[in-house]
C-alpha cells in the first residue's frame, strides 16, 4: 500500500497536470491566432478567384487542427473521442469542393472557434503563470499546517481526516476542465447541425447510388443487346437456314445446325457473363476469401493477398461481400489496365462493426477519378452503404485504396 502523499503534494500533482493542459493552451493559442490571418488571407484571395485552389487545402489543415484540440480535450475530461464528420474534400471539380468548403457548418464552426481559442487559450495560459508561485507560497504554508491540525483532531476525537485541496492550485484544474470543456462545446456538432450534415451526406450518397444503379442496368442492357441478343438473333437464322435446306442439302444444313450449336453455347456463355457481373456465383460458392483469391488469379502482375479476416467460416451479408468483391475486381482490372505495376497487394480485415478493403499496387499512380477509371464506381457503390472510400494516388505513385463497409457483425 503506497503512503499518503498529503494534501500539498497531491494539489502540486493535480495543479500540475492541469498546467500542462493550460501551457500547450498557449501554443494552442499562438497558432489559432496566426490561424486567423491565414482564413482571412485565404478568404480575401479566393474572393477574386486566385485563390480558390488553396481554399480546400486550408480547409483541411483547420480541420486537423481543431481535430487535434477536440481530441485533447477529450482526453483531459475522459470521455470518448469521436472523428467529426466533414463534408468530403479529397474528391469532385475545384467547385463543387469550394462549394463543400462554403456550406460546411462545422467548417465554419472551427473558424469562429479560432478567435475564442486565441482569448481564452492565452488568458487562462498567463493566469495559471500567476497562480502557481502565489498557490505554493500560500498553499506551501497553509497546507501543512492544516493537515498537521486535521491529525490532531482525528487523534483526540477519532474525526476521520477531511480532504483538502488547497486554496490557490485547486482552482488550475478548474481553469483547465473549464477550457477543455468549452473547446469541446464550441467544436462539437450541435444536434441539429450534425442532422443536416447526415442528411447531406445521405443526399449525395444516395444520388451516387442511384447514378451507379442507372449506370450498372446501362451496362446489363449494353452487354445483353450486344452480346446474348445479337448471338441468340444469329442462332434463329442458322437455325431457320438449316430448315430450309435439310431437304435439299443435307450436309449443308448440318453444318449450319452445327453453327448454331456453337453460337449457343457461345449465347450462354455470355449470359454467364453478365450474370456474374450481377452477383458472380463463386461469392455464393466460395465466400469472399475465395472469390478475392480467384481474381488475384487472373491479375497481370504478382498479387500478394492477406484475407485472414474474412477466412474464418463466417459470412458477412450478401451486399457487403458484392461491394467489397467489386471494389477489388475493379481497384484490379484499374490495376492491369492503367497502372504500369509490377506487384500488387489486397488486405482484407474484419472488425466488430466494419470491414476494411486496403487494395494497392507500385504503379505510377496519378490515377483520376474523373478520367473514367472505374474510381467514380467504386466510391458510389461505397457510398451506397454508408461506407467510405480513401483514395490516394500521387503522380509517380503508389496508389492505395482503402474502403470500409459497416459489417455490423
Known amino acids: 500500500m503506497s503512503p499518503d502523499p498529503g494534501p500539498l503534494t497531491a494539489a502540486i500533482r493535480r495543479a500540475w497536470e492541469a498546467s500542462q493542459y493550460l501551457f500547450l493552451g498557449i501554443s494552442v493559442a499562438l497558432l489559432t491566432y496566426l490561424s486567423g490571418f491565414l482564413v482571412v488571407a485565404v478568404l480575401m484571395f479566393a474572393v477574386v478567384v486566385i485563390g480558390l485552389p488553396a481554399l480546400p487545402e486550408a480547409a483541411k489543415l483547420l480541420r486537423a487542427f481543431a481535430e487535434f484540440e477536440r481530441r485533447r480535450a477529450s482526453a483531459r475530461l475522459g470521455v470518448p473521442f469521436r472523428p467529426t464528420r466533414y463534408l468530403p474534400l479529397d474528391s469532385g471539380e475545384l467547385s463543387e469542393r469550394v462549394r463543400r468548403v462554403l456550406t460546411d457548418p462545422t467548417t465554419w464552426r472551427d473558424v469562429l472557434w479560432l478567435p475564442v481559442q486565441t482569448l ?3 488568458g487562462l495560459g498567463y493566469l495559471t503563470m500567476v497562480l502557481w508561485p502565489i498557490g505554493l507560497l500560500v498553499d506551501g504554508a497553509a ?25 490557490v492550485l485547486r482552482w488550475i484544474p478548474v481553469f483547465a476542465d473549464l477550457s477543455a470543456n468549452w473547446t469541446l462545446s464550441l467544436l ?28 450498372e442496368l446501362r451496362r446489363i442492357e449494353r452487354d445483353l443487346h450486344d452480346g446474348a441478343q445479337a448471338r441468340i438473333v444469329a442462332l434463329s437464322m442458322r437455325i431457320g437456314l438449316a430448315k430450309q435446306l435439310i431437304d435439299r442439302d443435307p450436309d449443308a444444313a448440318r453444318a449450319r445446325l452445327g453453327e448454331a450449336q456453337d453460337g449457343a453455347d457461345e449465347a450462354l456463355a455470355e449470359l454467364r457473363h453478365v450474370v456474374r457481373g450481377i452477383h458472380p456465383p463463386i461469392l455464393t460458392d466460395r465466400g469472399l476469401a475465395g472469390a478475392v483469391r480467384a481474381l488475384a488469379a487472373d491479375v497481370a502482375v504478382p498479387v500478394t493477398a492477406d484475407l485472414d479476416g474474412v477466412e474464418d467460416g463466417r459470412r458477412l451479408p450478401a451486399a457487403i461481400e458484392a461491394a467489397a468483391y467489386f471494389v477489388v475486381a475493379e481497384a484490379f482490372t484499374n490495376i492491369s489496365k492503367h497502372s504500369g505495376a509490377t506487384s500488387a497487394r489486397v488486405r482484407i480485415d474484419r472488425g466488430p462493426d466494419i470491414l476494411r478493403v486496403v487494395i494497392g499496387d507500385d504503379g505510377h499512380g496519378g490515377a ?19 461506407g467510405t472510400t480513401r483514395i490516394s494516388s500521387p503522380t509517380g505513385g503508389p496508389t492505395d485504396i482503402e474502403v470500409e463497409l459497416p459489417c455490423g457483425s
Request: proline share 5%; glycine share 10%; net charge positive.
Open 120 to 122: 481564452f487559450g492565452m
Open 368 to 386: 483520376d477519378e474523373r478520367a473514367g477509371s472505374g474510381l467514380v464506381g467504386i466510391r458510389r457503390r461505397v457510398a451506397a452503404l454508408d
Open 188 to 215: 462539437s456538432s450541435r444536434p441539429s447541425a450534425a442532422l443536416a450534415e447526415r442528411i447531406e451526406q445521405l443526399t449525395e450518397s444516395r444520388a451516387g447510388a442511384v447514378a451507379a444503379h442507372g449506370a
Open 143 to 167: 497546507l501543512p499546517l492544516v493537515r498537521l491540525l486535521d491529525r490532531r483532531s482525528a487523534d483526540e476525537y477519532g474525526t476521520p481526516l477531511p480532504e483538502r485541496r488547497g486554496w
